[in-house]
């Protein structure tokens, strides 16, 4: 078990450019949530998968941001025509998802930060 | 809709005094609770949670919580503060109707002072 892992750790970017950020879950975990958290605040839900099916998406996430799990192991996180409010830590999460409500493990996060 | 409230942004203890994070919830089912740590740059640690159980759940590294229904509660302790314990700390709640989902409080910085 090697943990959460999320890359880029850090990514600057302009406005306007688009961005992907990749997190792959501990082996094995079927289920994979996606988070923002900006400076002060708690993480808050994006979006998440049960293997490859993108079952809820928060209203936070606009059209610019796409989520995938093609094979239902890693996910990228990709937003579009990047603004400087989308500065924020990206952090993933994963769960085994065997039944009901589980306990959450996180990766270190991408903190992004829009020019 | 479920909510996290935490009762203090920051919080400042002496090493060896007891620590208090405290931690009020809303729901309209019974909840399941989370307390995570989150230390600088890095991402969350789980250090305890409760689903339903003993009201008194043990985590790592000495912390426990109690929760209480009565008073919508589930306020995180340890007897005695270390240095490694300064860090920032979140309470969370996800609804038993959810896919699992967590809504996180806006988290309590903790301080130690030697």
């Known amino acids: 078990d090697t943990g959460v892992s999320q890359n880029p750790r850090h990514k600057i970017t302009k406005r306007g450019q688009n961005v992907t950020f990749r997190c792959d879950p501990i082996?094995?975990?079927?289920?994979l949530y996606w988070y923002r958290q900006t400076l002060g605040q708690g993480p808050e839900f994006l979006t998440y998968?049960?293997?490859?099916?993108?079952?809820?998406k928060s209203r936070l996430l606009s059209d610019r941001f796409s989520a995938e799990r093609p094979k239902g192991s890693f996910s990228t996180l990709e937003i579009q025509r990047t603004e400087q409010g989308d500065s924020a830590m990206y952090l993933c999460a994963s769960s085994p998802g065997l039944a009901g409500v589980e306990a959450q493990y996180f990766g270190p996060g991408t903190r992004l930060l829009v020019l | 809709a479920q909510s996290v409230t935490q009762l203090g942004s920051h919080v400042s203890v002496s090493e060896g005094a007891l620590v208090l994070l405290r931690c009020n919830y809303s729901?309209?089912?019974?909840?399941?609770l989370f307390w995570y740590v989150q230390y600088p740059n890095q991402g969350l640690q789980l250090l305890l949670k409760?689903?339903?159980?003993?009201?008194l759940v043990k985590g790592i590294n000495g912390f426990e919580a109690e929760f209480k229904k009565s008073e919508t509660s589930f306020h995180l302790t340890k007897p005695s503060a270390h240095m490694s314990d300064a860090a920032e700390y979140f309470c969370?709640?996800?609804?038993?109707?959810?896919?699992?989902?967590?809504?996180f409080g806006k988290g309590t910085k903790l301080s130690v002072k030697p």
């Open positions: 969370a709640v996800s609804d038993r109707g959810s896919q699992g989902n967590l809504i």
């Open positions: 729901s309209s089912v019974p909840p399941y």
């Open positions: 409760y689903t339903s159980a003993a009201t």
């Open positions: 998968f049960q293997n490859e099916a993108q079952l809820e």
């Open positions: 082996s094995e975990h079927n289920r």
